[in-house]
């Protein structure tokens, strides 16, 4: 065992104890290793060993026979897994299971009970590992970034060594250590291929989908898979992103879909996601778009967040504005209400110009919730609204965007957020704009679905959790969205009219808006952004329609400023696109 004890030395956890107590957990300890999707134990069994990760990476499941299971965590290299249980004596309150190959040491039950009593350093080292996982449940989300890439190529017309070649050049221009593995014939011996992976921040692995050694090695070893298909093709099914032993773990294993613009367009992007199961879609138009994956790979994407907030989220325009003249890159946008809007009018390519002419003619040059009608179920038609997203947006699929885009909309039957990641683009908006009692609301399946912000009018929680880099906010609702003097004896309807005219959104629009953007403002966000814009956008309220150019010119300020004050953050991802 003087292999283990010399592992054993150069893990964090065993890091402060002396040379008695490693020998004692050697002596005690047995190897075991885990293929990738094996269990390494069940939810509800009794807990009879402690584990210590080795090499490799687990993660743990909270399975939920009445809904979606639940990622607790993973379990990186050097970490113990099990403790709480064998601790407690209670039954396992979650399954785990092998991401990857994995060598673990198993200590029996009894001779962990002895080791505790026998050597204080182990008892306390065990000690802060439990309170540090109690204390910070989610930690292990933030710190267990993948490392090992697959990048699988679906035909034979991709020359998958060349791009992973490619990959790795850009992705070192952001001073990420990088290496890769073409496509061989026989893999590596684990103990090299651990070096290897130790050596590095990531590791890309070449492959083509076949039954050789080498792919089989691949399946079991990658964190992540990036799927190279082209989008003329379709894809097989069912897809081999596994082995057959370890399909039960194949639905925690992030997959990524990279359409490769080439041949003709064939509108299968959504056939391509369903059958491999993407979490996300990069679409490869160009140079830029190559540079954009090696950020996502790199972890050194910036993902951009727009909050709901009626008129005031022109303000949004004008910040997108300064991150484009700052070279900042955008590779990830999402958004609620008007925050949706103008996020996928980025994600859909438009340059400054076109953007800012096109949400002139949708919501500046004239009242978009002037088809009022008297309520059922809202107080406008909502057609108004329709026919500017589709004048603008017409069929245009999410899963086809230059940029990775995703909009919330809230599904008042459950009182849950409901995320839109592919389909029509103008439907996702629709719903994420249609606040309650203005517009009315849209029926998807067996969901009724409202305005995003009623649940999460500023994602950035779905965001941190879409991308491993800078998450940048912008929020337009925290304040200052409503003028209190409307409601201080206001008139009647007839006199209101009289006043104002048909065409005037009256004070009810007003407050029906801020009743389903209102929130806790000031409550921290459990995964809030890294860097937080909140332009105050003086003087113009939720329904104010017309004043474009203030909100705009607000924006931009506030976004300057925030850059300049994260530039030390900012620079080395805009220097690595610039080289």
Not at 331 to 338: E, H, K, R, T
Request: proline content about 6%.
């Amino acid at each position: 065992m003087d292999a283990v004890r010399s592992r054993l030395r150069n893990l964090p956890f065993f890091a402060g104890l002396s040379a008695a107590t490693i020998n004692d957990i050697a002596d005690a300890s047995h190897w075991l290793s885990l293929a990738g999707g094996w269990e390494l134990y069940a939810q509800g069994s009794i807990s009879d060993a402690l584990h210590i990760n080795l090499t490799g990476r687990l993660i743990v499941v909270r399975e939920n026979p009445d809904g979606p299971d639940e990622v607790v965590g993973y379990v990186r290299s050097g970490e113990p897994v099990g403790e709480m249980s064998l601790l407690s004596g209670e039954a396992h309150s979650a399954s785990v299971y092998a991401l990857r190959d994995t060598e673990l040491l198993s200590i029996p039950r009894d001779d962990v009970d002895r080791l505790i009593k026998a050597h204080g350093d182990f008892a306390a080292a065990l000690a802060r590992t439990v309170l540090a996982r109690a204390r910070h449940p989610k930690a292990s989300f933030q710190q267990s970034a993948p490392r090992i890439f697959a990048v699988i190529a679906t035909s034979p017309s991709i020359d998958v060594d060349a791009r992973v070649k490619e990959l790795a050049r850009r992705i070192s221009k952001y001073r990420v250590n990088v290496t890769y593995y073409p496509c061989t014939e026989e893999p590596p011996a684990t103990s090299a291929f651990d070096l290897v992976e130790n050596a590095h921040d990531v590791v890309l692995l070449a492959a083509r989908v076949d039954h050789s050694s080498w792919y089989r090695f691949v399946l079991r070893h990658a964190d992540r898979f990036l799927v190279l298909a082209r989008r003329d093709s379709r894809p097989s099914k069912p897809f081999p992103l596994t082995a057959e032993d370890g399909a039960r773990a194949r639905k925690f294993r992030l997959v990524d879909l990279v359409m490769l613009h080439e041949g003709t367009h064939s509108g299968r992007t959504a056939e391509w996601m369903e059958a491999i199961g993407a979490s996300r879609v990069i679409n490869l138009h160009t140079d830029a778009c190559i540079d954009r994956l090696a950020r996502i790979i790199g972890g050194k994407s910036i993902g951009l967040v727009l909050s709901g907030g009626g008129a005031r989220a022109y303000a949004h325009i004008g910040a997108v504005k300064a991150m484009r003249e700052a070279g900042v890159p955008i590779d990830f946008l999402c958004g609620a209400s008007m925050g949706a809007v103008v996020a996928a009018c980025v994600a859909i390519g438009w340059p400054q110009a076109e953007m800012e002419r096109r949400i002139r003619e949708g919501f500046v040059e004239s009242n978009p919730l002037g088809d009022h009608v008297l309520p059922v179920v809202a107080l406008t038609r909502g057609g108004r609204v329709e026919t500017r997203l589709e004048q603008h947006f017409d069929n245009a699929l999410i899963e086809n965007l230059a940029t990775p885009f995703f909009c919330v909309s809230s599904d008042i039957i459950n009182g849950a957020v409901h995320i839109h990641n592919q389909g029509l683009l103008r439907r996702a908006l629709r719903a994420s704009i249609a606040l309650p009692g203005i517009l009315p609301p849209v029926i998807d399946d067996h969901a009724l679905l409202v305005d995003g912000a009623v649940v999460n009018n500023f994602p950035t929680d779905i965001m941190t959790t879409t991308h491993r880099g800078l998450t940048i906010g912008v929020d337009v609702a925290r304040e200052g969205v409503i003028d209190i003097e409307a409601f201080r004896d206001p008139p009647g309807f007839f006199t209101w009219i009289a006043n104002n005219g048909f065409g005037a959104a009256p004070p009810i629009i007003s407050l029906l808006m801020r009743s389903a953007t209102a929130r806790r403002e000031h409550v921290e966000a459990p995964r809030p952004a890294d860097i937080m814009v909140t332009p105050s956008v003086p003087g113009v309220e939720l329904r104010d329609w017309k004043k474009y150019d203030a909100a705009v010119m607000d924006g931009y300020r506030e976004m300057k400023a925030a850059l300049e004050k994260h530039w030390s953050d900012l620079a080395p991802i805009i220097a690595g696109a610039n080289r």
